[in-house]
C-alpha cells in the first residue's frame, strides 16, 4: 500500500480525513488489529529482557528512515538524547534502508545503550512486545508505508507520533495516542491543544525543535554531520555562477525540494519573483547526495523506492518541467522568465550541497508543503530564508516560521502573503544594506 504523497492532501485542504480513509482500509483489510493485546512472550534468552531494569522507562523509537533523511535530521538528536538518560532504557526498532554517514553516527551514538530491533525479521512484532514497551514514538508516520502499517498494532501502553515533514496527524484513530507539535506551529490558534478535525490523536505542544548547538545537524557529510562548504569548489561564487551558467550579476533563488514540495500554487511566486528581479536565476534540484544510495539492492525494495520519492526522477522531472513552463513561460514575455530557469539534474556531495545554499542571495521555502530541514541548513550558513506560512497546520509548512518565532527572528523572513512572499525574497536578493541587516540578526539568533 502506497501513502498519499505531500503534494495531493494538501492541495485538497488538509490531510486528516485522507490519511483517517487510509488507515480505516487498514483496520477493514485486517480487523484483529483492533483488538490485538499488549502481551510480553516468554523468551527469557531475549536480550531486549535480559536489559531489562524495572526502574527504567522503556522507550521503543520507531522508524525506516535512520540514514541521510529528513525524519533523522529531525529527530536524531532526540534519539541521541534518550540513548544517554539513565532513566530511559531505549529501544530502536528500524527496517533496513541505505547506510550512509549519518547511519554511522547514529548507531554510534546509541552503541552500549540501545536495544536496537530490525523489523525485517519474521519475529520483530515480537520483540517488540516482548521488550514490555511504556512507550512508542514513531518518528515517520505516515511517510513509510511499512512503519503506517505496523502503527496500527497496540504494541504499547502509549503510543505517540513525532512532527514531521509531512503531517501533523498520522488519522490512525484509538490506536496512535498523540501527536507531539512545536508549540509555536500552531500560536495564534483559539484551542490548539483541543482535539478537533485536523487530528485524530490528542496534541500535545513541546516548546521549540529537537535541534541542539551542542550536537550539529545530522547530514551526509563526514562524521555525519552537514558538509563544509569551505571544502567545495562552489564556496567561490564565480564558480558557482559558471558551472550553472549564470550571468555575474545575477541574484541567485534557490529551492532545496524534492518534486513532491513543489506544488502549482508554488509556481505563482516563482513567476512574480522573476517578473520583479531582472537578475533573478531561480535554480531547483537544489538536494544532498547520500553516498549510501550505491549500496540499496541487498536491502528492502522500499529502500529503492526511497530515492524515488527524494531525489529527483527524470520522469517526474520532465512532467514538473512541463507544468511550470506552461505557467511561468506563459504571456507575454514570459519565455524570457523560462530561460532564468534551472534544474540540476542530480543531487549534489555534502559539502557542495551546504556550499550552494551558503552562496545563494535567498532560499524559498515551497509552499503550502513546506520543506524545513533544507531552511534550518540555509540559516546555520547565514542565509535567509522566505517562507510563507500554510493554513494546514499539520504539513511542514508553518515549522520554518516556528523555527524563526522560536529563534526570535521574525522580523524579516516570514510573509503572510503571496505578495508579501514575493516582496521580501526580491528585497534581500536586491537591498545590500536589507540583505546584511538580516543575515546579522539570522546569525544572532542561531548562535543565542
Known amino acids: 500500500i502506497s501513502l498519499p504523497g505531500g503534494g495531493l492532501p494538501l492541495e485538497l485542504g488538509g490531510a ?31 536480550p531486549a529482557k535480559m536489559t531489562r531494569s524495572p526502574r527504567k522507562v522503556r522507550i521503543g523509537v520507531v522508524s525506516a528512515k535512520l540514514h541521510n533523511h529528513e525524519t533523522l535530521k529531525n529527530h536524531g538528536q532526540l534519539i541521541e538524547h534518550l540513548a ?11 527496517y ?67 512532527y514531521g515533514h509531512h503531517t501533523y496527524s498520522s ?4 490506536v496512535v495516542d498523540y501527536m507531539i507539535i512545536p508549540e509555536d506551529c500552531v500560536m495564534g490558534e483559539v484551542n490548539p491543544t483541543q482535539t478537533t478535525s485536523q487530528y485524530s490523536e490528542q496534541a500535545v505542544m513541546i516548546e521549540g525543535f529537537f535541534l541542539t548547538p ?46 513532491p514540495h513543489l506544488s502549482p500554487s508554488f509556481d505563482s511566486a516563482v513567476k512574480e519573483i522573476l517578473r520583479a528581479d531582472a537578475d533573478a536565476f531561480v535554480i531547483f534540484g537544489v538536494r544532498e547526495l547520500s553516498l549510501g544510495s550505491e549500496g540499496l539492492q541487498p536491502f528492502h525494495w522500499h529502500a529503492k523506492d526511497d530515492l524515488m520519492q527524494h531525489s529527483f526522477p527524470p520522469v517526474w522531472v520532465e512532467k514538473l518541467k512541463l507544468r511550470m513552463k506552461k505557467k511561468i513561460a506563459g504571456g507575454k514575455r514570459g519565455g524570457g522568465l523560462w530561460r532564468r530557469v534551472r534544474f540540476l539534474s ?19 521555502d515551497t509552499f503550502p ?41 521574525t522580523r524579516c523572513c516570514s510573509a503572510n502573503s503571496l505578495d508579501e512572499y514575493v516582496e521580501l525574497a526580491v528585497g534581500l536578493a536586491k537591498d545590500n544594506k536589507f540583505r546584511e541587516e538580516v543575515v546579522g540578526g539570522i546569525r544572532k539568533g542561531v548562535e543565542e
Do not use: W
Request: glycine share 6%; with cysteine; charged share 20%.
Open 96 to 162: 533496513p534502508t541505505m547506510k550512509d554517514h549519518a547511519t554511522s553516527r547514529i548507531m554510534r551514538e546509541i552503541q552500549g545503550t540501545t536495544t536496537v530491533i530490525n523489523l525485517q525479521t519474521s519475529n520483530s512484532v515480537e520483540r517488540l512486545l516482548d521488550a514490555s514497551l511504556d512507550v512508542i514514538l514513531y518518528l515517520d508516520l505516515p511517510v513509510d508505508a511499512r512503519t503506517y502499517g505496523l502503527a496500527h498494532q497496540r504494541l504499547a501502553p502509549v503510543q505517540a507520533a513525532m
Open 16 to 46: 486528516k480525513d485522507l490519511y483517517s480513509y487510509v488507515s480505516q482500509m487498514f483496520f477493514n483489510v485486517c480487523p484483529e488489529l483492533r483488538t490485538a493485546k499488549i502481551n510480553a512472550l516468554d523468551n527469557k534468552n531475549d
Open 214 to 259: 551542542e550536537s550539529p545537524l545530522y547530514g551526509d557529510g563526514e562524521n555525519g554531520t552537514v558538509g563544509d562548504p569551505d571544502l567545495s569548489p562552489f564556496a567561490d561564487r564565480a564558480t558557482l555562477l559558471k558551472t550553472f551558467m549564470i550571468p555575474s550579476n545575477a541574484n541567485i533563488y534557490i529551492v532545496p525540494a524534492s518534486v
Open 346 to 364: 542530480s543531487s549534489l556531495l555534502s559539502d557542495d550541497y551546504v556550499a550552494v545554499l551558503k552562496g545563494a542571495d535567498v532560499i524559498l
Open 369 to 409: 508543503f513546506g520543506n524545513f530541514l533544507p531552511s534550518v541548513t540555509g540559516l546555520m550558513l547565514g542565509t535567509p530564508v522566505v517562507t510563507l506560512s500554510s493554513e494546514q497546520r499539520k504539513a511542514s509548512g508553518r515549522l520554518t516560521k516556528a523555527f524563526y518565532t522560536h529563534a526570535n527572528m
Open 84 to 94: 544517554s538518560a539513565p532513566e530511559i532504557q531505549l529501544f530502536v526498532a528500524s
Open 171 to 174: 488519522g490512525i484513530e484509538d
